[in-house]
């Protein structure tokens, strides 16, 4: 099963997301997809790890999600995926198919054994970006998202730290 948690930045999202997997026994897994290129990123992977501490196992894959939660199901309870809109500016830097890349990811996340756990931005909710990277993104997220939530068995909003149940 698949269940997407929806947010704006640090809206509560992934903290709402932790909370939710850690109502599975262990062995939970976490999926991250930022890739550190810098001071402050490398300091929030840190600080994320040390958050999870040993309740988690993480695993860190910014493209080929779909394999890593294929090769992960039969092992463990929960994955979480933390964020899609991450993977998905991966994906895009990389020029790669985000529809072929989308498709494997829901046929992944749906198949059975573990729940899968997605955090994603609710980024369409603002104003227009000025540049056409950024509109680009914000229109493959929004398309990225509601195909998430139509393929999810629960979809959450959390909204200045109260998630709301939207399916």
Same mark, same amino acid.
């Not at 062995?27 to 001071?39: C, V």
């Not at 993104?137 to 959450?156: P, Q, S, T, V």
């Given at each position: 099963?698949?269940?997407? !948690?929806?947010?704006?930045?640090?809206? $509560?999202?992934?903290?709402?997301?932790?909370? #939710?997997?850690?109502?599975?026994?262990?062995?939970?897994?976490?999926? =991250?997809?930022?890739?550190?290129?810098?001071?402050?990123?490398?300091?929030? %992977?840190?600080?994320?790890?040390?958050?999870? $501490?040993?309740?988690?196992?993480?695993?860190?894959?910014?493209?080929?999600? =779909?394999?890593? +939660?294929?090769?992960?199901?039969?092992?463990?309870?929960?994955?979480?995926?933390?964020? +899609?809109?991450?993977?998905?500016?991966?994906?895009?830097?990389?020029? *790669?198919?985000?529809?072929?890349?989308?498709?494997?990811?829901?046929?992944?996340?749906?198949?059975?054994?573990? %729940? !899968?756990?997605? !955090?994603?931005? #609710?980024?369409?909710?603002? +104003? %227009?970006?000025?540049?056409?990277?950024?509109?680009?993104?914000?229109?493959?997220?929004?398309?990225?998202?509601?195909?998430?939530?139509?393929?999810?068995?629960?979809?959450?909003?959390?909204? *200045?730290?109260?998630?709301?149940? +939207?399916?």
């Amino acid at each position: 099963m698949l269940k997407l !948690v929806l947010g704006g930045a640090r809206s $509560g999202k992934s903290s709402f997301a932790l909370s #939710e997997g850690e109502r599975f026994k262990s062995p939970r897994a976490l999926l =991250a997809t930022m890739e550190p290129m810098d001071g402050e990123t490398k300091l929030r %992977v840190a600080t994320h790890k040390k958050e999870r $501490g040993r309740r988690w196992k993480t695993f860190e894959e910014p493209v080929k999600t =779909a394999h890593l +939660i294929k090769k992960l199901k039969p092992d463990f309870n929960v994955i979480l995926v933390d964020c +899609i809109t991450l993977w998905l500016s991966n994906l895009m830097l990389r020029n *790669a198919d985000i529809t072929r890349e989308t498709d494997a990811f829901i046929k992944a996340a749906c198949a059975p054994g573990a %729940v !899968v756990i997605a !955090v994603s931005n #609710e980024v369409g909710m603002s +104003i %227009v970006p000025e540049n056409a990277l950024a509109r680009a993104f914000r229109d493959e997220a929004g398309r990225l998202n509601r195909r998430l939530a139509a393929a999810a068995g629960e979809a959450w909003l959390v909204v *200045a730290g109260l998630p709301q149940k +939207i399916k």
